[in-house]
């Protein structure tokens, strides 16, 4: 249905930006929803954040809310995340993936996705 792939990471210091994006190919619908999870060594995929690829309507986690921004262009089937004031706390390996649906509790779970990408590596040093 919808392929995804993730670019953006790298490596910074405490206090800085990256900008993630997640390119997207395939059949994209507008109930669409675009979701960006992490995942720390040895722990869960936790949520971060999700967009409605047709209104726009956007969800944050309590940790990135404030800091983070996730936004989409259409034109170029692409979601991105802007990441500010980066912490420690944030390094992870961070996935796009694609569920469909209204923003709700269901939106928070991995399990409610069809398709990931292969993921991105933030690395936020002390």
């Known amino acids: 249905q919808v392929q995804l792939e993730e670019s953006g990471g790298g490596l910074v210091q405490t206090g800085g930006s990256l900008r993630l994006s997640c390119a997207a190919s395939?059949?994209?619908?507008?109930?669409?929803?675009l979701g960006w999870f992490r995942q720390a060594p040895g722990k869960e995929r936790v949520f971060v954040s999700a967009?409605?690829?047709?209104?726009?309507?956007?969800m944050y986690s309590d940790s990135v809310k404030g800091r983070f921004t996730i936004s989409r262009d259409i034109a170029n089937s692409t979601v991105y995340l802007q990441m500010n004031s980066l912490k420690p706390e944030d390094t992870a390996v961070y996935y796009c993936?694609?569920?469909?649906?209204?923003?709700?509790?269901?939106?928070?779970?991995?399990?409610?996705?069809?398709?990931w990408g292969r993921g991105t590596q933030v690395t936020v040093s002390s």
């Open positions: 993936g694609v569920t469909t649906g209204r923003l709700n509790i269901a939106t928070r779970a991995p399990k409610a996705y069809y398709s």
């Open positions: 395939g059949r994209t619908h507008v109930t669409s929803v």
């Open positions: 967009v409605t690829w047709g209104g726009g309507d956007t």
